[in-house]
């Protein structure tokens, strides 16, 4: 039903147009045959002039005849002026029978007055009628009604003459030629108006076509274009207009594509190359510029227009912008990129954790039998004493002396865990105090002496002399880097010399960059084993050497001096010994760092160790002898362990197992110094120090030493942040203690 009532549509606006056309199309012959009957009714005038005299005298005749022909004359000059008219151009049809009418009109009343000129007045409006019939664009029933009152005059005009007319030569022949030519003319309108209507048809087609087609031009989202071989546009649409920031098509056809929009050069040449050998590109992408300068970039499909008329090469296609396009692919392929980035590096760690997470059950393996060991022999030998297996006093002491040897080797394994457990936590931190470098390295070397001299090694040290005596930064680190490095030479080298040499790198007037090198003359490291040197749990054992690190040492020195601003590298050939080059970036004054009040002094105890003068040590013992001291211990154990030390080397100790209990013991005011515990359960030392510090004086001023575990940088400062004057980690070493407590004792009674 829609298909049909669109084809009937499409009839409809098919009919309307050819309507219109025929009202156009008829009024240029309409004009035409006015014209003409002018000069045919001239023409008539002349050829019946020998006629008008025989009527010059009638006065009836001489009239009608000049007045007919004149009227005919002046009637179509009147309907030509009106065919310029609005309305004759909207109703010429009206003006085409009125002037045929008046030409037959006059034609045959010219017969009726001169019945003698029948046969040239037939012949002449049989010519004008047909004339009309083949020029004249309107349809078939217009020329029947011509027919119609062109014989039905004719007929009037010789039923109402004279009876000579009947008898008169050819009368016969005139009629039928009026008939004739009145059937010819009909047929003949008929055949024009077929041909008329197809044409107008076709171009009504073809106007439809190219009226969709320029639609489609115009409308389209892409530019669509036409340029010579020169890069000049001759056709573009729209769209291609103002794609390229132009405001009119006469102002891009004075730019050039090569000189001026394409950005490159090199991509018109490549366009021209590809065209002369193709024929045709598609999808040629390539950057233009803007009228305004701004770079868009365009896919372009152009072909050869290979037209016969075309005298020059023309060149046709479209052009779209896809700018975004490409700047969504070029992000699109980032994140593929950073997607594969993420996927290399998810696999490097995935990788990493299993090798790690192997490494880690090698470890464990490995530290079971390192902390068994020493365990085995604190228990072993602590059980011979228990049970009274010593034969002498002297080996009691040794009972003791190798049960203390094995503890500590066994608090360096714990101490290497807990530095392993910060670093993987990122919760390593260093301190920041004076100290000689000299010193340090002297450290280092009297407590891996003994082991070079079991072995029968030479040790060496070289220091620059640039090298200022007092440098800031953690010193404890510092030589715990070159104690694992000297231990680990020491351990793989069975004959030769281990050397230290630190020489100044870099200086200026606030830093100082040392570079330390630690050289042996062992069995040396495969090359193909010094990448996993510093990987955390890793061991390293050589095919010939059942001997193996523990996988914690090198990790540790690797963390501290990159927490030093650092780097380490090491160098090594198989059977001619390792090298350990590692660079620290100390600072050359302090930046933060703790006095004690009034003295002025380091609280550091290795410092106070050096720096006190013996003979006024042995004056303070004997000061502090009296003094009482409180000790503030939740765990029995460990209470009766430190009381016991502390009344040992000649203190009066009363102990208490809570905060609580401190703070009641404090306010008797019968105590000197406060040794504190830190974690207990019921009150913790942090609070109880705040609540000693909140009572009033003296006993709010009583010294309060913290004795914790816990041996953070962090620790230390939450501790002497809540009011605590020192800090001292377990587990405890009396020298340390007892300096301690006989600084604060002899500080207190100044």
Not at 730 to 735: Q, S
């Amino acid at each position: 039903m829609a298909l049909q009532k669109t084809k009937n549509s499409a009839e409809i606006r098919k009919y309307a147009f050819f309507a219109e056309e025929s009202k156009k199309s008829l009024l240029a012959p309409f004009q035409a045959l006015a014209k003409f009957t002018s000069v045919a009714g001239l023409i008539a005038m002349v050829f019946e002039i020998r006629h008008f005299t025989q009527f010059q005298n009638d006065k009836w005749m001489g009239p009608w005849i000049y007045g007919n022909r004149l009227s005919a004359i002046l009637i179509a000059f009147i309907l030509l002026i009106f065919s310029y008219t609005k309305f004759g151009k909207k109703h010429p049809v009206v003006l085409v029978h009125i002037l045929l009418l008046a030409i037959v009109s006059s034609f045959g009343l010219m017969i009726y007055l001169i019945p003698e000129t029948i046969i040239f007045n037939s012949q002449l409006i049989s010519l004008i009628i047909f004339v009309a019939a083949l020029f004249l664009s309107w349809d078939v029933a217009n020329q029947i009604i011509v027919a119609i009152y062109y014989n039905l005059v004719f007929a009037v005009s010789i039923l109402m003459s004279t009876r000579e007319i009947f008898i008169m030569p050819n009368m016969v022949e005139s009629v039928v030629l009026v008939i004739t030519i009145s059937v010819l003319a009909i047929v003949a309108s008929y055949i024009n108006y077929k041909l008329r209507h197809e044409a107008v048809i076709k171009n009504f087609e073809i106007s439809i076509s190219e009226k969709k087609y320029r639609t489609l031009v115009e409308n389209s989202a892409e530019g669509i274009f036409q340029f010579n071989s020169e890069g000049r546009f001759l056709t573009v649409n729209p769209t291609l207009v103002k794609l390229l920031g132009f405001s009119a098509e006469d102002e891009i056809k004075n730019f050039s594509l090569k000189k001026d929009l394409f950005k490159r050069s090199g991509d018109w040449e490549l366009l021209n190359k590809l065209l002369e050998k193709q024929g045709k590109v598609r999808n040629y992408r390539v950057p233009f510029l803007k009228k305004d300068g701004n770079e868009i970039t365009v896919r372009m499909n152009v072909r050869i227009n290979d037209d016969d008329e075309n005298v020059q090469n023309i060149y046709e296609g479209s052009l779209h912008d896809i700018t975004q396009q490409v700047h969504a692919e070029v992000e699109k392929q980032k994140a593929l990129d950073a997607l594969r980035l993420e996927k290399m590096k998810a696999d490097t760690l995935a990788k990493k954790a299993q090798q790690e997470s192997h490494f880690k059950t090698k470890f464990l393996a490995s530290m079971s039998h390192e902390v068994r060991t020493p365990m085995n022999s604190v228990m072993g030998f602590l059980t011979l004493i228990e049970n009274d297996l010593f034969e002498s006093k002297e080996e009691l002491k040794g009972f003791s002396r190798d049960a203390r040897l094995a503890a500590e080797s066994l608090l360096d394994i714990i101490n290497s865990i807990l530095d392993i457990s910060k670093v993987e936590a990122g919760k390593m931190e260093l301190d920041e105090v004076g100290f000689d470098v000299r010193h340090e390295v002297n450290k280092a070397l009297s407590i891996i002496g003994q082991s070079v001299k079991t072995k029968g090694l030479s040790l060496e040290s070289h220091l620059d002399e640039t090298i200022p005596e007092t440098i800031y930064g953690d010193p404890t680190r510092f030589r715990q880097i070159l104690i694992n490095l000297l231990n680990n030479a020491i351990k793989f080298t069975d004959y030769g010399k281990v050397v230290v040499e630190i020489k100044t790198k870099a200086k200026d007037s606030n830093f100082i960059e040392l570079l330390v090198t630690i050289s042996d003359t062992g069995a040396g490291i495969p090359s193909d084993k010094l990448n996993l040197l510093f990987e955390p749990f890793t061991q390293i054992k050589g095919k010939k050497s059942a001997k193996e690190g523990s996988g914690l040492g090198l990790m540790i020195v690797k963390e501290f001096v990159r927490l030093m601003n650092g780097d380490i590298k090491v160098e090594s050939k198989v059977g001619f010994g390792s090298k350990f080059i590692f660079t620290l970036k100390m600072k050359l004054y302090p930046s933060n760092f703790t006095h004690v009040e009034e003295g002025g002094e380091s609280k550091h105890l290795e410092e106070s160790l050096e720096i006190q003068d013996q003979n006024a040590h042995k004056k303070i013992i004997e000061e502090v002898k009296k003094k009482r001291l409180l000790l503030v211990e939740d765990n029995p154990i460990s209470q009766n362990l430190e009381a016991k030390i502390l009344r040992e080397v000649g203190y009066e100790v009363e102990a208490v197992s809570s905060g609580i209990e401190a703070i009641e013991c404090v306010k008797t005011g019968s105590f000197n110094l406060v040794l504190m515990d830190v974690e207990m359960t019921e009150m913790d030392g942090i609070t109880a120090t705040q609540k000693i510090r909140e009572l009033p004086a003296p006993y709010s001023k009583i010294p309060i030493i913290a004795v914790t575990a816990r041996s953070s940088m962090k620790d230390r400062e939450r501790c002497l942040n809540s009011g605590m004057d020192d800090y001292i980690a377990k587990p405890i070493n009396i020298h340390f203690l007892k300096i301690t407590i006989d600084q604060w004792l002899n500080a207190k009674h100044q």
